[in-house]
Nanobody, 120 residues
Framework: QVQLVESGGGLVQPGGSLRLSCVASGSIFGIYGMRWYRQAPGKQRELVATITAGGTTTFADSVRGRFTISRDNAKNTVYLRMNSLTPEDTAVYFC??????????????WGQGTQVTVSS
């Protein structure tokens, strides 16, 4: 019914920048809160950033000031702009969103992830 697909990951040098995109498709009635998570090898999944339907954002302490989350509701897309990247940012990045397919309560859907590797 609903799919979220991330893109934009890749290999970047320390200090570089990257923009991730996540596009939702399917029988979507409404999209509410959206989030970016990441999971590095041997570490727990970490909430990176959130954005509400109204555009209010939050960030993890580890990325605050370097990352920006935004959304384009007309395109059913959420973005994560990552600046001043360090090797500690290396992880698989996942998006999720609270989505309704009708008039019921929203369900949280997850994308499959995109790999970000920060290395010289």
């Amino acid at each position: 019914q609903v799919q979220l697909v991330e893109s934009g990951g890749g290999l970047v040098q320390p200090g570089g920048s990257l923009r991730l995109s996540c596009v939702a498709s399917g029988s979507i009635f409404g999209i509410y809160g959206m989030r970016w998570y990441r999971q590095a090898p041997g570490k727990q999944r970490e909430l990176v950033a959130t954005i509400t339907a109204g555009g209010t954002t939050t960030f993890a302490d580890s990325v605050r000031g370097r990352f920006t989350i935004s959304r384009d509701n007309a395109k059913n897309t959420v973005y994560l702009r990552m600046n001043s990247l360090t090797p500690e940012d290396t992880a698989v990045y996942f998006c999720n969103g609270d989505i309704t397919t009708g008039l019921g309560s929203p369900i949280t859907y997850w994308g499959q992830g995109t790999q970000v590797t920060v290395s010289s």
